[in-house]
T-cell receptor, first 111, second 116 residues
Framework: LAKTTQPISMDSYEGQEVNITCSHNNIATNDYITWYQQFPSQGPRFIIQ???TKVTNEVASLFIPADRKSSTLSLPRVSLSDTAVYYC????????????FGKGTHLIIQP | DTGVSQDPRHKITKRGQNVTFRCDPI?????LYWYRQTLGQGPEFLTYFQNEAQLEKSRLLSDRFSAERPKGSFSTLEIQRTEQGDSAMYLC??????????????FGPGTRLLVL
């Protein structure tokens, strides 16, 4: 499975847009890029998934350049409740390999 | 609430005891996964079921661990002769493989195990 690299931590302030970039240089042709969010003492929660270009849902946007070697999760106008760990994953989504999580990015939102 | 549920949410046990955790997946999901998460790390894959068949086990799953999914519905994860190193959050996830390429897993709240 393709490995991912993302910042260990980020800080921002309420109302700001936050962009978390993930590198995945060895992404395979069939791999999708998926982001999960995890709050303390809870299981990860699916945020967004994409293959190329841009995907937007009610929570976030995902930007994927043409070479797909990186991706950027964009959280518009964050609030304190967005403080969490964000995981970037690449792969076909599961099956016998499960999901491969890294250490994630710990996003801290301050007032 | 029709999400993934896990029971118990917390478990404290003494070293050497056996423990069993239960996971109830989203009802229409045919795939079920178990993960383990330690502090500061992302979840690590343990094992996976397609309906009632256990199709894959990670090398992290020692002989003391056993998982079942009778009738392809709920699943149990048992740890025998617990060790302090088993202390972790045990997460269950389920998914539906109708579109395998874009499978999304839905996680339960986890069971936090502390072995004294």
């Amino acid at each position: 499975l393709a490995k991912t690299t993302q910042p260990i931590s980020m800080d921002s302030y309420e109302g700001q847009e936050v962009n978390i970039t993930c590198s995945h240089n060895n992404i395979a042709t069939n791999d999708y890029i998926t982001w999960y969010q995890q709050f303390p003492s809870q299981g990860p929660r699916f945020i967004i998934q994409g293959y190329k270009t841009k995907v937007t849902n009610e929570v976030a946007s995902l930007f994927i350049p043409a070479d797909r070697k990186s991706s950027t999760l964009s959280l518009p106008r964050v609030s304190l409740s967005d403080t969490a760990v964000y995981y970037c994953l690449v792969g076909s989504g599961g099956g016998a390999d499960g999901l491969t999580f890294g250490k994630g990015t710990h996003l801290i939102i301050q007032p | 609430d029709t999400g993934v549920s896990q029971d118990p949410r917390h478990k404290i046990t003494k070293r050497g005891q056996n423990v069993t955790f239960r996971c109830d997946p989203i009802s229409e999901h045919n795939r079920l996964y178990w993960y383990r998460q330690t502090l500061g790390q992302g979840p690590e894959f343990l094992t996976y079921f397609q309906n009632e068949a256990q199709l894959e086990k990670s090398r992290l799953l020692s002989d003391r661990f056993s998982a079942e999914r009778p009738k392809g519905s709920f699943s149990t994860l048992e740890i025998q002769r617990t060790e302090q190193g088993d202390s972790a959050m045990y997460l269950c996830a389920s998914s539906w493989d109708r579109d395998r390429v874009r499978e999304t897993q839905y996680f339960g709240p986890g069971t936090r195990l502390l072995v004294l």
